[in-house]
């Protein structure tokens, strides 16, 4: 999975160009699963959907196609089949990310929360992920484990709803977590920055494991 990340870094490197980016690794990995989604996207759609102006949406694509993993016609850009084994490759650790409302140890007013496959051995105490999702403005990142069939706090194991069972029950049937899984959720007062910063925290999870 590092090579896949480092793919994601090429993107978004210069290569000898000036030019300073506006888009990083988890717009690239957001531009991919959007992509995968739809099929053939069109510039407008990066823009709303990536948060990105035109400028750095022509940019993106440009950088995805000189990586060998986009094309575009009249109908917009679409994944190659390179483009499709990284994403689907990607896929097979981030399975499933999901929206979490408020609750006792969820203080933000839009949390995002992403599932990572079996990556529960390369979790520490949680700070690593929370320092990564902060750098994209996130207000705060929990990272949890599943396991014994619990949802649990890294280093400690302590359980993470105790007194919370809707939350927890929300969480598990959305994300579908199996033993030693990892869940990092990130908060910000707004969706995108909750979405792209959790993406960041377990990308950068992936690239280190």
């Given at each position: 999975?590092r ?22 690794i ?12 739809e ?40 994944l ?29 007013k ?14 520490k ?61 990130s ?23």
């Amino acid at each position: 999975m590092r090579k896949n990340i480092q793919i994601l870094q090429d993107i978004v490197s210069r290569k000898g160009s000036s030019k300073v980016l506006t888009f990083s690794i988890p717009h690239v990995f957001k531009a991919l699963q959007l992509l995968d989604k739809e099929g053939f996207v069109s510039r407008a759609t990066f823009a709303k959907e990536i948060h990105l102006g035109e400028g750095a949406v022509k940019t993106l694509i440009l950088h995805l196609k000189k990586a060998g993993i986009a094309e575009s016609t009249k109908s917009g850009t679409f994944l190659t089949e390179k483009g499709k084994k990284l994403t689907n490759q990607i896929k097979n650790t981030i399975t499933k990310e999901c929206k979490v409302k408020k609750s006792s140890i969820i203080q933000g007013k839009y949390n995002h929360a992403i599932l990572l496959k079996k990556y529960s051995k390369m979790i520490k105490t949680g700070i690593e992920q929370r320092d990564y999702a902060i750098l994209y403005g996130s207000s705060g990142c929990t990272t949890m484990i599943y396991k014994n069939e619990k949802l649990v706090f890294p280093g400690n194991e302590r359980e993470c709803f105790p007194r919370d069972a809707k939350t927890k029950k929300y969480i598990i049937e959305n994300l579908c977590p199996h033993e030693e899984d990892v869940i990092i959720i990130s908060s910000s007062d707004d969706p995108f920055v909750a979405e792209i910063s959790a993406k960041n925290a377990a990308l950068w999870t992936i690239a280190i494991g």
